[in-house]
């Protein structure tokens, strides 16, 4: 959360620590991706046929990768997407594809393929061994289940794994805080280099990593401390990097406050943390996101305010910026908001810009 201050745009910029290059993010309930250079100036926009299924990001041929609001598929469950889009530098469709069930998270593989979160609705069986959770809170449907689907660019399924058939669902039960309409809120989907995928859950505080052959946990960390966590990546030094929302109150008390968190897997012993002094001066209950930059410095996006700034690996803030783009429309949800899920920097040179700004 920024200090109460009236400015937006970029409030801070030390040029000579920075990692230079765009950073590119859309405001939820708009329909606008935004690239901005380290100024705040807006050098690119890609408008959206609907609201964004949360996010967008850069491929490194250039083209954009969003997933977009469609009307059909579950009611009353958050982060809908439904219609994933490649859009070209000048706002061409290259490729999509549609399944009015997608949520959350998406992501290009390196084999072309492109992966992405679903929800099913369980069926009653699987529904009485979902465990935790607030009984008598399910969907007027029944509880849903997450899956992950792997696709060709034709759009045909190459790789399933279904959430409430693949885990023992006992061994990651619901917070006692959430409700039950699905198991168990995943929020991130990670390819890791070697073809495993790392998937992260917000409702049962559960990160872990499928080996896509076996479709086994290989590794898992269920840390209720952590408050709820997001986009949870696989580092190039293969550590874990996330961000902690802090989200429950009832385990930090006047402590609350969101962290960025470095873990080594081999002992998920944390190596690197930033969090806000005071706690509460960085607080975001729900979204945002985390990257680690090439100059080793870490680009953190603290959605619930719209605020995206990059620190060094001693902590310091070197560059802020807050989204001064405002839904100002009538919004069920995000109506005088400037919520941002996730925002990435992409160097001046790197494969995703090149020469095109």
């Not at 305010?305 to 560059?319: A, L, M, N, P, Q």
Request: a negative charge; aromatic letters at 12%.
């Amino acid at each position: 959360m920024p200090l109460i201050d009236p400015r937006t745009g970029v409030v801070r910029h030390e040029k000579a620590r920075v990692s230079e290059g765009f950073t590119l993010f859309t405001t939820l309930g708009k329909t606008t991706t935004r690239l901005i250079d380290m100024d705040g100036e807006v050098v690119q926009e890609w408008d959206l046929p609907s609201e964004p299924g949360n996010y967008a990001y850069l491929l490194e041929n250039g083209n954009l990768l969003a997933a977009v609001r469609t009307e059909e598929g579950p009611e009353g469950l958050p982060a809908k997407g439904g219609r994933l889009m490649e859009i070209d530098w000048s706002g061409n469709l290259v490729w999509e594809y549609i399944d009015h069930a997608q949520h959350h998270d998406f992501r290009r593989c390196a084999n072309g393929n492109t992966v992405y979160l679903g929800w099913e609705l369980l069926d009653e069986e699987l529904q009485k061994k979902v465990p935790g959770g607030i009984v008598g809170q399910e969907h007027p449907d029944g509880i849903y289940g997450d899956y992950i689907r792997e696709i060709d660019q034709q759009g045909d399924v190459i790789w399933e794994w279904y959430a409430a058939k693949e885990l023992d669902m006992a061994q990651f039960p619901l917070d006692p805080t959430v409700h039950r309409k699905e198991y168990a809120h995943a929020n991130t989907i990670f390819p890791c280099e070697n073809g495993d995928y790392i998937i992260n859950w917000r409702f049962n505080n559960t990160m872990l990593r499928i080996d896509r052959e076996t479709k086994d946990v290989v590794w898992h960390l269920t840390e209720p401390t952590y408050g709820q966590h997001h986009d949870v990546q696989e580092l190039d030094n293969k550590n874990i990097l996330f961000f902690a929302n802090g989200t429950d109150v009832h385990v930090h008390g006047s402590k609350t406050g969101s962290a960025v968190i470095e873990l080594d897997p081999k002992t998920n012993e944390e190596v690197w943390r930033y969090e806000g002094y005071p706690r509460c001066s960085f607080m975001s209950w729900f979204i945002s996101g985390c990257q680690r930059l090439d100059n080793g410095n870490t680009l953190i996006c603290e959605g619930l305010w719209g605020r995206v700034f990059e620190v060094t690996r001693d902590c310091e803030i070197v560059w802020e910026y807050v989204s001064p783009f405002v839904v100002d429309y009538p919004h069920p949800e995000y109506e005088a908001t400037n919520v941002i899920f996730r925002s990435y920097r992409y160097g001046r040179h790197s494969k995703q810009i090149r020469n095109r700004v």
